[in-house]
């Protein structure tokens, strides 16, 4: 899915070339990406985009006459700018925005169409899609405390949920939290002072890192591979490979359609998080260390 850098850079990117252009047509591909029923996507048509913002992980056009396009690109939604009128793909594409400098493809890989597109009337109905979660960036440390402790979960669930935390997602939450050698499954109302501090100083710093990497790496082109897996991430998608830290191998938890990946000599004092994929299988023999995990290993070669 993509997070806050990502959506980020969309925003930017979108600017230059539908900023106070006016939208001539949606063309849709499939009807099920318009979760709102009215106003209809036509009441836009011919209207200018006056503003690009994000809620969360949402993307908000603002047009005239007080209308908004909330755009939800949810996991594998992403955006492709094209010549005018351009083709939407018959298998992946979902929708097509003209305007005079181009055409915005939206598409979805997958068969779990997700992404959404709501038109909405009035800044009260917007509001709606407003989780009131921090914005991270631009909060102090205490109200970064205090979004973080105000339930009590584990750090992992307490970062990617969008009431707390705007735009971290699984992906940058395991890279946080590696920064911040932390647990991913310690819980908030165990947290001290100071590993408060360093989670608040490893949000800030990730988040901005990876934001100026990408619009470095994108330049003045358009972002053609928003993944939520890169080569330059310390831990996340990197299941079994060297930590860049330590040289231990990233550990992981399966859970659902995700997974969590950490380092256990970083961030676990050298446990081992257990694995519902892999507990189920080895039952009791599960490995409570990094060291009966590699002679568990060196004992199946």
């Given amino acids: 899915m993509p ?29 099920f990406v318009v979760r709102s029923v009215a106003p209809p996507t036509s009441q836009i048509h011919g209207h200018t985009v006056q503003a690009l913002s994000r809620l969360g992980k949402q993307i908000v056009w ?41 055409t915005l493809l939206l598409t979805e890989a ?46 992992k669930r307490a970062l990617t949920d969008p009431r707390l935390f705007s735009g971290i997602g699984n992906a940058y939450s395991d890279e946080i939290l590696h920064r ?16 408060i501090a360093r989670l608040y100083e490893a949000v800030k ?14 330049g003045s082109d358009f972002p053609s591979k928003v993944t939520a897996f890169r080569p330059e991430m310390a831990v996340h998608g990197r299941y079994g490979q060297p930590c860049p830290v330590c040289g231990s191998p990233v550990q992981r938890i399966v859970y659902a359609e ?26 009791q023999d599960w490995p409570r260390s990094l060291d009966e995990w590699e002679t568990h290993l060196e004992s199946r070669r």
């Fill in 180 to 195: 911040a050698r932390l647990s991913p499954m310690k819980l908030t109302s165990r947290l001290t002072e100071d590993e």
């Fill in 110 to 155: 997958g068969s779990k169409k997700r992404a959404s597109l709501h038109l909405v009337e009035g800044r009260s109905a917007l509001a709606a899609f407003d989780r009131g979660a921090l914005e991270v960036l631009g909060s102090t440390l205490a109200a970064f405390t205090g979004a973080l402790t105000r339930e009590n979960h584990t750090l």
């Fill in 205 to 218: 710093s990730t988040l901005k890192e990876w934001i100026e990497r990408l619009r470095t790496e994108t």
């Fill in 3 to 31: 997070e806050l850098p990502d959506v980020l850079l969309y925003i930017e990117s979108l600017r230059p070339r539908i900023l106070n252009q006016p939208l001539e047509r949606v063309r849709l591909a499939s009807p």
């Fill in 258 to 283: 995700n997974e969590c990946n950490y380092c256990a000599t970083c961030q676990t004092e050298g446990r081992l998080l257990a694995d519902r994929a892999l507990s189920r299988l080895l039952k």
């Fill in 62 to 102: 603002q047009f005239e006459g007080d209308l908004f396009l909330v755009i939800h690109l949810m996991i594998a939604g992403r955006f492709q700018w094209k010549e005018r009128y351009a083709k939407i793909p018959a298998k992946l594409g979902l929708a097509a925005f003209d305007f005079p400098t181009g």
